[in-house]
């Protein structure tokens, strides 16, 4: 793992993903993992790297290279886990975070019991419609 990610982490957790933490946001927004190591690790479905924020409460990066995505810009699925991770330690209900991939994102975060919210801005990626037949 630290061969692949290419630093050690402080913490390391497995739910879906490998969640690593890494002692700043400065080191996370560094990190330059090597993506072909990442694909051959056997637990895992994505690896995500996190800290606490200087400007937000907390930051992130994912990378997904078994799903042939090296980085997720901004992943809604990754911060359902990181989310009630965050505000446990953070003694937090409502935080802001932050996912430093170069095009990036913010997530506004609320977790409420069982469930976690996410609300933030997106891009309108395509317009369809559907013609079923009769």
């Known amino acids: 793992m630290i061969s692949a990610l290419g630093i050690v982490p402080k ?3 497995l739910n879906r993903d490998l969640v690593f933490i890494l002692e700043s946001e400065e ?3 560094n990190v330059s993992p090597d993506f072909a190591k990442l694909e051959t690790l056997s637990e895992g479905l994505g690896v995500c790297v996190t800290a606490n924020g200087s400007d937000y409460d907390f930051v992130s990066r994912g990378f997904f290279p078994k799903l042939k995505v090296n980085e997720d810009p901004v992943t ?4 359902c886990s990181l989310i009630p ?3 446990n330690r953070l003694g937090k209900k409502e935080m802001v ?3 430093l991939s170069s095009r990036g994102g913010t997530l506004y975060c609320k977790h409420e019991d069982t469930r976690v919210k996410m609300a933030g801005k997106a891009v309108l990626y395509s317009v369809a419609e559907l013609n079923i037949g009769v």
Do not use: I, K
Not at 76 to 79: C, K, N, V
């Open 97 to 99: 975070a932050r996912q």
């Open 27 to 29: 080191e996370v927004r």
């Open 76 to 79: 809604g699925s990754l911060h």
């Open 85 to 87: 991770f965050w505000a």
């Open 11 to 13: 913490e390391t957790y």
